[in-house]
């Protein structure tokens, strides 16, 4: 009975000196997990040291000092403050802001590098444009220009002068002889030369004498190149150029209820009638034209003085009121009795120039339409 009690013993010794380890293994834990104080602000608790001091069963074993656990370093979001974004905007999801500002940079210098090379490019091909014009021109031989004056009379042509074709003149026949015939009287006496190329019935309130009018036109004879005479029927050109390039003669009778001829009406370009080639003003300056053209028609003016038309009263504008008016015709009328007791008794001569579109200018007449008219009555 004794052994048991003697280990009964020893277990209670034992226990008895672990429970001071324990106690100060709890209040270690419990200071080291209290937050950390200031020992000058807080003492220590008397009891608790005289408790540990004071253990009469055993000395507790030194506890272990817990080391410090080391703070998290605070880091920056943004390290580099150089590389902050522009905008509040949240980066690319896809690639950082710094790769894309680096690409950008390089996109900008390929533009750059693309518009130097074309530029030296665009340089380069003015530069050996030039050279080649400069040596082309080197290359030319030079010209002598001999002077006009050296040329030979047969070389020296208008350039400006049109071709025209020459005409055989012809004059203006008599038409006081005509009056009283009849139209194959009249046929006759004007001969081979005049056609008769139409008639026509006329009822005109205005002239109740007159019923019939015949049209007469004279056949042109045309110089071919061999200087023959040759007549519109026998000439190459096309019948439209024919009539627009060949001049017109032409008389125009007019008969009463009886048949005989009491008016006659004459035109004629005045290129037939070897007119000189001169202005409107400078024709007309002498009695000239006037007095040989009553004087070929068989008429004796009476009481007639001449005087030369006012060259402005003679004009006629496409619009009188614009600064840049052109002259398109300019005509006058020459008026006067017949001396004699049978046959027509007045007379009227007209002149026109005709410029068609219009010039800026009388002394531009070299183009000119000019006719003449002639009315015995």
């Known amino acids: 009975m004794s052994e048991p009690n003697e280990s009964q013993s020893q277990t209670e010794a034992t226990a008895a000196s672990a429970a001071p ?10 200071q080291a ?10 003492p220590t608790s008397p009891t608790a040291t005289s408790l540990t001091a004071t253990s009469p069963t055993a000395t507790p074993e030194p506890e272990p000092t817990p080391e410090p656990v080391p703070a998290a370093p605070i880091t ?12 509040a905007e949240p980066p690319s999801p896809f690639k950082p802001i ?11 210098r390929v533009v750059l590098t693309a518009l130097i090379l074309i530029l030296v490019v665009a340089l380069l091909s003015l530069g050996f444009l030039g050279y080649r014009i400069i040596a082309d021109d080197a290359a030319l031989p030079a010209v002598d220009l001999t002077p006009a004056t050296e040329l030979p009379d047969e070389a020296l042509v208008e350039p400006s002068a049109p071709a025209e074709l020459d005409f055989e003149e012809t004059v203006i026949p008599e038409l006081t002889p005509l009056f009283g015939l009849t139209i194959d009287e009249i046929k006759t006496k004007l001969g081979s030369d005049w056609v008769l190329s139409k008639t026509d019935v006329i009822d005109d309130p205005a002239n109740p004498d007159i ?9 042109v004879q045309s110089k071919g190149a061999s200087g023959q005479l040759a007549s519109p029927s026998t000439m190459t050109m096309p019948a439209t150029m024919a009539d627009a390039a060949l001049p017109a003669e032409s008389i125009y009778a007019s008969f009463d209820e009886d048949g005989v001829c009491i008016d006659i009406y004459y035109s004629c370009d005045m290129r037939l009638l070897a007119y000189p080639l001169k202005s409107f003003d400078e024709l007309l300056a002498t009695p000239d034209l006037v007095f040989g053209a009553l004087a070929a028609a068989g008429i004796t003016p009476k009481d007639f003085a001449y ?4 060259h402005e009263a003679s004009i006629e504008y496409d619009n009188s009121n614009s600064e840049n008016r052109k002259i398109i015709k300019q005509t006058t009328i020459f008026s006067g009795r017949i001396d004699g007791e049978d046959g027509p008794v007045a007379w009227t001569l007209t002149v026109i120039y005709d410029y068609g579109m219009g010039v800026s200018d009388s002394s531009e ?5 000019r006719m003449l008219y002639l009315k015995i009555a």
């Open 98 to 108: 710094s790769e894309q500002r680096i690409e950008k940079a390089r996109r900008t």
């Open 21 to 30: 380890r324990l106690d100060s293994e709890a209040a270690a834990f419990e």
């Open 211 to 219: 019923r019939e009018l015949a049209t007469f036109s004279f056949t």
């Open 76 to 87: 920056d979001p943004n390290p580099n403050p150089a590389l902050e974004p522009d905008s």
């Open 365 to 369: 007449y070299r183009e000119a339409s």
């Open 307 to 310: 005087t030369a038309p006012d």
């Open 33 to 42: 997990a209290a937050p950390a104080t200031d020992p000058t602000l807080e």
